[in-house]
């Protein structure tokens, strides 16, 4: 008669599966062999606690997106290692959720100190409730808007950010040591990244990105989202400052309209990743949006299937656009998939050739993660080509 896992076995397994997966370095590792996760997560099964997903934690009535969730664990792990927070850091961590991230922070910085912020009363409670019980009293729980971060505590050696951010505020620059780091999930184009930025004087140099995805911070309103037709199964993402004409956009959307297919030279395996075409394209082109196709969508054969139907770049002119496509060719048993452009509208060969020199690119050397380079935009224009936000400027170089 087999036995029923304790936590401490399911932790353990759930840590091995994460290192079968990707390189932890050792005392990250060691902080979630440690920190119970199950105990931040009351009500949910054991199994539940530890299982490589996500969970709600508070739901967003009315919006697709929860209010607060747990993260996922190889995630976690993952923002951890880019943090590189040491034993005696001061560590400020936007976005409270369960306060589990908080505990790991504990573990991590030993006798350094943890503050944690979160905008709403009842996830930072239920933070401060959950740090106590597992006896990590010493995190300091702050109910507030984490784009004013904590400057009571300041300055920090280590700043992560557990929730998705559109811009990086004033105030995170003023509160983080020269030579500290910052790791936020940064949204730009549509499209979300890890990234580790360490500051140089009045500059944040990136030292890694990695693709993932979170619920986005409150107080931020610089994405925009627009129905491209009446159903609203088709959606374009877009900056604000990226003039998108949507109204154009869905008169080219039209049901029946045929879309122009243009393939590229470029194969991709069933497991491998292709999201790099996404990022090389925001390096220099103002165009680039995120295309969301439902499922609704597709079953009426609204348009060609895009790469991943809810979230493909695409490029946005007037009332043309072209978006990424996968195309299964059985000739290449390797690499059976081949990379492609669908573009509607006036200029819709024009766009899917800018596409596919995208894709080309990105083909050329397909592991290269560019440099990011940040600057407050109060200095003033950046050199090369700049995604402009109201608070920073940013440069991706090659």
């Not at 990250?28 to 199994?47: K, S």
């Not at 995170?172 to 549509?190: A, I, M, S, T, Y």
């Not at 292709?274 to 082109?285: E, H, K, N, Y």
């Amino acid at each position: 008669m087999s036995q029923t896992p304790t936590a401490d076995q399911l932790r353990n397994r759930l840590v091995d599966e994460i290192l079968a997966e990707r390189r932890v370095p050792a005392d990250v590792e060691r902080a979630m062999r440690t920190v119970p996760r199950d105990a931040f997560l009351p009500g949910l099964e054991l199994e539940g606690a530890y299982t490589d997903q996500a969970v709600t934690i508070k739901d967003n009535p009315g919006k697709p997106l929860p209010l607060s969730c747990a993260s996922v664990p190889s995630v976690v792990a993952m923002m951890l290692e880019q943090l590189g927070a040491r034993a005696g850091d001061n560590v400020l961590e936007i976005g409270a959720g369960t306060g589990y991230n908080a505990a790991l922070l504990a573990e991590l910085v030993d006798h350094g100190k943890v503050t944690t912020v979160d905008i709403d009363s009842d996830v930072a409670l239920h933070a401060r409730t959950t740090l106590n019980a597992t006896g990590y009293e010493r995190v300091t729980v702050i109910e507030r808007n984490g784009l004013l971060g904590a400057p009571e505590n300041a300055p920090y050696d280590r700043i992560i950010a557990t929730v998705g951010v559109w811009d990086i505020p004033t105030t995170w620059w003023e509160q983080l040591k020269d030579g500290g780091r910052l790791v936020l999930p940064l949204r730009w184009r549509g499209q979300t990244r890890s990234v580790a930025l360490t500051r140089r004087g009045d500059e944040l140099i990136s030292e890694g990105m990695e693709l993932c995805g979170f619920v986005p911070i409150i107080g931020q309103t610089g994405e925009k989202t627009a129905a491209l037709n009446a159903d609203d199964s088709i959606r374009v993402h877009y900056d604000e400052d990226q003039a998108v004409d949507t109204e154009a956009l869905a008169a080219t959307l039209q049901p029946g309209k045929t879309a122009l297919e243009m393939p590229s030279t470029q194969r991709v395996g069933g497991e491998e990743p292709f999201d790099g075409v996404w990022l090389r394209a925001t390096a220099s082109d103002d165009r680039v949006c995120r295309l969301e196709v439902t499922a609704q969508a597709l079953e009426q054969e609204l348009v060609r299937r895009p790469a991943i139907p809810v979230r493909s770049p695409v490029l946005v002119d007037g009332d043309s656009l072209a978006y990424l496509t996968v195309t299964r060719e059985g000739a290449e048993a390797e690499r059976p998939f081949r990379l492609g452009a669908a573009a509607y509208g006036p200029r819709a060969e024009e766009l899917a050739q800018d596409l596919i020199a995208h894709i080309d690119a990105w083909g050329s050397d397909r592991l290269t993660v560019p440099r990011m380079t940040v600057t407050p935009t109060a200095d003033g224009a950046a050199a090369g080509h700049v995604i402009s936000k109201p608070e920073s400027h940013i440069t991706l170089t090659y």
